[in-house]
């Protein structure tokens, strides 16, 4: 099988924050293994405009530093040279008037033209203002926003309202680089590419869900940032509330941006409130080789969740009666991410051995991305009929040889979807604002309750309690394993 890359068309894409931890990391390797693939023209043009002085020489040596230590490529790479060629920087200062002539003056007319806002959100306003008061934005523009996207319904609004003032929302792409990874996309390929799981995906079949995003990495070196937000802000109002999303939603008439979108927007309206009893929290402490919660975040004080537990439930005709269950958490055992469809068993059993026989399907997102169902099978040899659950287990890599390996980053994948113009896995303003509207009263619960979340000892599996959420349902978390 050959990766088919499909070529994009000529941009000037401007990355504000182009200094940043994020351009590092992500945006710069990403946009260089793109330009590896042969995706984009050499013509195109890469500006990252901070507020750093320097001029393009000394920014493309610190793009190459970039993209040798986080892209993993060795020093002397000829094609890096290449690439290089295409960036180049403009000094900028983003709430003044420095800067925006001389960006002006490098956007080339007739190629499409992006801009990256990896900046915080305190400046997204000034730089929208400021794009399209010196006439550098265009109706065909776009721009890219990071999260957080707000820290409540009423910031989010205050965010939608302010770039609505320079750009309509078929302008505006907001990242949750969650649905950037290739395995997230394939939950959308799974459902509605086969016909073998849909007739079973709904409360008759299904007895719940788990959707579980266990990471090692605590918050140090971020503990400002992630001390201010917590699992829940960090993690559930986004990433895990777009997995759920993808697995509850009903078929999308098309593959099509605003179809798709209307059904995730959908399931998030059906949300139930989350009672304090369907809810835990929890905070690492110090365990093994691992600093507590508070040492990493500097706060010894610190009430903020590293960790959340919840049991949801969704309104509606599909999935009334089966719960879903989310966990996520840091400094965990191991790093996975899965979703896990555990269906009832059948209704009557021929067979008097007393095996449990509840068929499960788990979608493997990271790492070892593949998919595994659960089925049961007559154990082989003589004895008479003894039954024994095995697993049809397909990791992608293997199944797809070296194209499966080879999946793009979340980065990669998205910024080439905004210079094709391609919204389907960017959240829409009324999703966000949705998400918190449903998030806003479980975190006003916490801060009136003045509650301590519970603690756990880092790299195990998280709080006790977490365990009697579903005990008391008679089920069971899957093992946290890498
Ligand atoms: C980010 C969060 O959005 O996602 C981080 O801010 C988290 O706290 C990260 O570690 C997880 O992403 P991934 O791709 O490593 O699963």
Known sequence: MVSRVIPVD?????????????AHRKILPGLYRRFLAGQFPDTARIIGAARTKQDDAAFREEVRGAVVKFGGVPEGD????????????VAIDASGEDGWQDLKSRMRSGVIHAFYFSVAPSLFGDIAQRLAGYGIADADSRIVVEKPFGRDLTTARELNATLARHFVEEQIYRIDHYLGKETVQNLMAV?????????LW????????????????????????????????????????????????????????????????KVIRALEPVGPDDIVRG?????????????????????????????VRIANWRWQGAPF????GKKLRARTSEIAITFKEPPHSIFDDGVPRANQLVIRLQPNEGMNLKVMIKEPGPGGMRLVQVPLDMTFAEALGNDGADVPDAYERLIMDVIRGNQTLFMRGDEVEAAWAWTDPIIEAWETGKTRPEPYDAGSSGPEEALRLLHRDNRRWREIRA
């Open 10 to 22: 000529d941009f000037d894409l401007v990355i504000f924050g182009g200094t940043g931890d994020l």
């Open 78 to 89: 000829e094609n890096l040279t290449a690439f290089l060629n295409l960036i180049g920087y």
């Open 191 to 199: 459902r509605f590419a086969n016909i073998l799981f849909e007739p």
């Open 202 to 265: 709904n409360a008759q079949y299904v007895d719940h869900v788990q959707i579980t995003v266990a990471e090692t990495v605590g918050v140090a070196g971020r503990g400002s940032y992630y001390d201010r937000s917590g699992a829940i802000r960090d993690m559930v109002q986004n990433h895990l509330m777009q997995l759920l999303c993808l697995i509850a939603m009903e078929p999308p008439y098309h593959f099509d941006p605003n179809a798709v979108r209307d059904e995730k927007l």
């Open 283 to 311: 905070q690492y402490q110090a365990g093994g080789e691992g600093a507590a919660y508070v040492t990493d975040a500097e706060n010894p004080d610190s009430r903020t969740e590293s960790y959340v537990a919840m049991k």
């Open 325 to 328: 269950y989310l966990r996520t």
